[in-house]
């Protein structure tokens, strides 16, 4: 079956840099578009970034220039790096296996979350 699983997430001061990772499993990872979304407490969950199989990128505009989406089809793994982190950025954050290989296609899996902390 799918399985997503998050790591890398932590508390981090305004202005650090965080490496977030998803290993997948139980698919062929290669064929699919992943994203990574956010939630913030009280607030409905965001996509943040989506990679599609042909490793064309996008990004959502509260994160365009700090982020950077990447995937590495031999390892199974999906990356989100994420500098100049704000406090705003505080949040789970999920991977998410697309429903096809492109940008439109809907999450139809997601990882059990990693919690981002960003405050001094």
């Known amino acids: 079956q799918v399985q997503l699983v998050e790591s890398g997430g932590g508390l981090v001061q305004p202005g650090g840099s965080l490496r977030l990772s998803c290993a997948a499993s139980g698919f062929t990872f290669s064929a699919y578009a992943m994203a990574w979304y956010r939630q913030a407490p009280g607030k409905e969950r965001e996509q943040v970034a989506v990679i599609t199989s042909a490793i064309f990128t996008q990004y959502a505009a509260s994160v365009k220039g700090r982020g950077t989406i990447s995937r590495d089809n031999a390892k199974n793994t999906l990356y989100l790096q994420m500098n100049s982190l704000k406090p705003e950025d505080t949040a789970v954050y999920y991977c998410?296996?697309?429903?096809?290989?492109?940008?439109?296609?809907?999450?139809?899996?997601w990882g059990q979350g990693t919690q981002v902390t960003v405050s001094s």
């Open positions: 998410a296996r697309l429903s096809g290989g492109s940008y439109y296609n809907v999450p139809t899996n």
